[in-house]
């Protein structure tokens, strides 16, 4: 199977900044694309920013231009850098990725979620 492994979440200052991380691992032969999910209570999981294996990327309204999601392919890798945070920024982030195995299957796999908390 494929893992995601998510770090980087924590408590920030209103416009503050930072950097999440995923790597993925296991059986992989490529990755298409990966994304970074947020999830507010009470809210549906929302998609914030993906990113393709060739570095075609595309943000929310709400993100663009604050964040930046980009990816090393040789380590199987992606990264959100996040800066001028804002308190509607506070929720569960998520890793995403989807591809294809070894064994040419396809896949697709979560991380187990980082909590960001912007304060005012």
């Known amino acids: 199977q494929v893992q995601l492994v998510e770090s980087g979440g924590g408590l920030v200052q209103a416009g503050g900044s930072l950097r999440l991380y995923c790597a993925a691992s296991?059986?992989?032969?490529?990755?298409?694309?990966m994304g970074w999910y947020r999830q507010a209570p009470g809210q549906q999981r929302e998609l914030i920013a993906s990113?393709?294996?060739?570095?075609?990327?595309n943000y929310a309204d709400s993100v663009k231009g604050r964040f930046t999601i980009s990816r090393d392919n040789a380590k199987n890798t992606v990264y959100l850098q996040m800066s001028s945070l804002k308190p509607e920024d506070t929720a569960v982030y998520y890793c995403?990725?989807?591809?294809?195995?070894?064994?040419?299957?396809?896949?697709?796999?979560w991380g187990q979620g980082t909590q960001v908390t912007v304060s005012s």
């Open positions: 296991g059986s992989i032969f490529t990755i298409r694309a």
């Open positions: 990113i393709t294996s060739g570095g075609s990327t």
């Open positions: 995403n990725a989807e591809g294809l195995t070894t064994l040419l299957v396809n896949f697709e796999s």
